[in-house]
């Protein structure tokens, strides 16, 4: 109890279940339809590559819902199939704040699956991983108007922060923590210097719920 900020019953009724993505080195024989960050993808024949502003979207990675069955918040998700996701260059590296720079795809039979090919040159090929997955519960980001409309106290905001990033670090060692971020399926998003998401989407926050969050990784 020592560490837990103050109204912890109201903070509890925030938790959500998040499935975090673990990269692990890319194996040269993963089939096709295997989960996995970055690289090139294959998709359905008659696929057509999403554009932005007349260039190729960056292909971020795919996962494979059958391997997400039994994970807390896989029930949010297709049980089959692979979810695909792509993001316009300039929204994914930061450049513009809108919530309109993505594209996500399900296939529910990745059994037949050929190589993309991107109308134009793409910019640039995210480095690819592998990936596993491990079971999260997730708390919103400290400076998140959710947390701010509970804890108007700086000391108390100040220990909720050491609370949230021990949440986010148990059972990960300092050396795992340096190579690798955050990424996840669902949960609560981690905010980029304080900017909260009803900056930039039209849509009331109760009705949105995050899918897919990136951070830094490395291929192993």
């Known amino acids: 109890t020592e560490a837990c900020p103050a109204h912890p019953d109201q903070l509890l009724r925030l938790a959500r279940p998040a499935i975090g993505l673990w990269p692990v080195p890319l194996r040269t024989e993963l089939p096709p339809y295997a989960s996995r960050l970055g690289g090139m993808p294959n998709a359905p024949r008659g696929f057509v590559w999403p554009v932005a502003a007349s260039e190729p979207m960056l292909f971020l990675g795919q996962i494979n819902c059958a391997d997400l069955r039994g994970l807390p918040g896989s029930e949010y998700l297709p049980s089959q199939g692979l979810l695909v996701f792509f993001g316009d260059y300039d929204t994914v590296n930061g450049c513009l704040m809108t919530g309109r720079g993505g594209r996500v795809f399900h296939w529910p039979d990745g059994s037949e699956l050929e190589p993309a090919v991107p109308p134009l040159e793409i910019l640039t090929v995210i480095l690819a991983c592998g990936l596993t997955f491990r079971p999260l519960i997730d708390l919103p980001h400290p400076e998140s108007n959710d947390l701010q409309?509970?804890?108007?106290?700086?000391?108390?905001?100040?220990?909720?922060q050491a609370f949230?990033?021990?949440?986010?670090?148990?059972?990960?060692?300092?050396?795992?923590?340096?190579?690798?971020?955050?990424?996840?399926?669902?949960?609560?998003?981690?905010?980029?210097?304080?900017?909260?998401?009803?900056?930039?989407?039209?849509?009331?926050?109760?009705?949105?719920?995050?899918?897919?969050?990136?951070?830094h990784y490395s291929n192993g």
Do not use: M, N
Request: aromatic share 6%; net charge negative.
């Open 149 to 160: 409309a509970i804890l108007h106290d700086s000391a108390q905001v100040e220990k909720y």
């Open 164 to 215: 949230h990033e021990a949440l986010r670090h148990h059972g990960i060692s300092d050396a795992e923590a340096h190579l690798c971020g955050f990424s996840k399926l669902l949960g609560w998003p981690d905010l980029v210097q304080g900017d909260d998401l009803d900056l930039f989407l039209d849509t009331p926050i109760p009705a949105r719920r995050l899918l897919l969050q990136l951070e």
